[in-house]
């Protein structure tokens, strides 16, 4: 099958690999690389770069609503395409330029967390379980007919990040699956009074606030962890905190209970153990590590 593929961040490589093992892949569409770090370098997503390690042709255009860039996207003549986090709307010609139309890998077992960040947003919910829907892509926001799903526990200590991990895989296990046997999966219309919308990362909301209940401010902790991190300054640092758990001490919301030995906050109702952290300019370390040579002032509310 000739198909071309649309993604950008890590997410999408092990789809990627997958339909270059298994299909034609004739084009890959992809975010235009970005200028990072002091020499303002251009850095290309994951999947450009794995696009061009296998000699596949890759484009990045900033818009897919310019006519050309439609035109383009058709004469390719494929059969299917497939997304996956590509980050940019597709249009309805875009949409039905082929035979199959497009498919997506959305990261969350629909109608739940429809949206950008339905990983990270499934986990500061507190859901129990996770997943991957294959879909067929319509013009609203992850509103089109699911074909195939694969579900995933989320433990209680499962972090953003390990969760983004496992439904990669999974993601690229399931459009192996469809790909190779369309007609074994139906489309199913979503349940509309089921949905909720998993909001775009913001910095703004990273910022910790200690007076949250100790449960909502674990789950969030977990769920941004390692990106885009929870932090909280000290001392005119920030503090990124990576990994931790619940604690029966309370205390003044944000106070620094034990610092010296370990670290352990109060929060609205209860406190958190940190257990590993990042500081501002440095390597992610355990907490352990840092006070080897570091002190948090007990007493201190944050």
């Given at each position: 099958?000739?198909?071309?593929?649309?993604?950008?961040?890590?997410?999408?490589?092990?789809?990627?690999?997958?339909?270059?093992?298994?299909?034609?892949?004739?084009?890959?569409?992809?975010?235009?690389?970005?200028?990072?770090?002091?020499?303002?370098?251009?850095?290309?997503?994951?999947?450009?770069?794995?696009?061009?390690?296998?000699?596949?042709?890759?484009?990045?255009?900033?818009?897919?609503?310019?006519?050309?860039?439609?035109?383009?996207?058709?004469?390719?003549?494929?059969?299917?395409?497939?997304?996956?986090?590509?980050?940019?709307?597709?249009?309805?010609?875009?949409?039905?330029?082929?035979p199959l139309g497009c498919l997506n890998i959305h990261a969350s077992l629909l109608p739940r967390w429809r949206g950008a960040a339905p990983i990270q947003r499934a986990v500061e919910a507190g859901d129990k379980v996770g997943g991957v829907t294959i879909m067929q892509m319509a013009e609203g926001l992850d509103t089109g007919d699911m074909l195939h799903k694969g579900e995933v526990v989320i433990t209680d200590d499962m972090t953003g990040?390990?969760?983004?991990?496992?439904?990669?895989?999974?993601?690229?296990?399931?459009?192996?699956?469809?790909?190779?046997?369309?007609?074994?999966?139906?489309?199913?219309?979503?349940?509309?009074?089921?949905?909720?919308?998993?909001?775009?990362?913001?910095?703004?909301?990273?910022?910790?606030?200690?007076?949250?209940?100790?449960?909502?401010?674990?789950?969030?902790?977990?769920?941004?962890?390692?990106?885009?991190?929870?932090?909280?300054?000290?001392?005119?640092?920030?503090?990124?905190?990576?990994?931790?758990?619940?604690?029966?001490?309370?205390?003044?919301?944000?106070?620094?209970?034990?610092?010296?030995?370990?670290?352990?906050?109060?929060?609205?109702?209860?406190?958190?153990?940190?257990?590993?952290?990042?500081?501002?300019?440095?390597?992610?370390?355990?907490?352990?590590?840092?006070?080897?040579?570091?002190?948090?002032?007990?007493?201190?509310?944050?």
């Amino acid at each position: 099958m000739k198909v071309v593929f649309m993604g950008t961040p890590d997410f999408a490589v092990p789809a990627l690999r997958r339909l270059i093992a298994e299909h034609e892949v004739v084009c890959v569409y992809t975010r235009e690389p970005k200028p990072a770090g002091r020499g303002n370098k251009l850095n290309k997503t994951p999947v450009h770069l794995m696009a061009e390690e296998c000699n596949i042709e890759v484009r990045t255009p900033r818009t897919l609503r310019d006519t050309l860039e439609q035109q383009k996207f058709a004469a390719l003549n494929a059969d299917i395409a497939v997304v996956a986090a590509y980050g940019l709307i597709l249009p309805k010609p875009v949409l039905e330029a082929f035979p199959l139309g497009c498919l997506n890998i959305h990261a969350s077992l629909l109608p739940r967390w429809r949206g950008a960040a339905p990983i990270q947003r499934a986990v500061e919910a507190g859901d129990k379980v996770g997943g991957v829907t294959i879909m067929q892509m319509a013009e609203g926001l992850d509103t089109g007919d699911m074909l195939h799903k694969g579900e995933v526990v989320i433990t209680d200590d499962m972090t953003g990040g390990e969760l983004h991990d496992k439904l990669a895989e999974i993601g690229a296990e399931l459009i192996s699956e469809v790909l190779a046997e369309r007609k074994k999966y139906p489309p199913i219309p979503q349940n509309e009074s089921e949905t909720c919308y998993a909001a775009k990362l913001d910095k703004n909301e990273c910022r910790i606030d200690f007076a949250m209940p100790t449960d909502k401010l674990y789950n969030k902790i977990r769920a941004f962890s390692p990106y885009p991190g929870m932090y909280f300054e000290y001392e005119g640092e920030r503090f990124k905190i990576l990994a931790a758990e619940k604690a029966k001490e309370q205390g003044i919301a944000g106070k620094i209970l034990h610092g010296v030995s370990e670290l352990v906050i109060a929060t609205g109702d209860g406190a958190i153990k940190v257990k590993q952290l990042q500081r501002q300019g440095k390597k992610t370390m355990t907490v352990e590590e840092l006070l080897r040579g570091f002190r948090f002032t007990e007493g201190v509310i944050l």
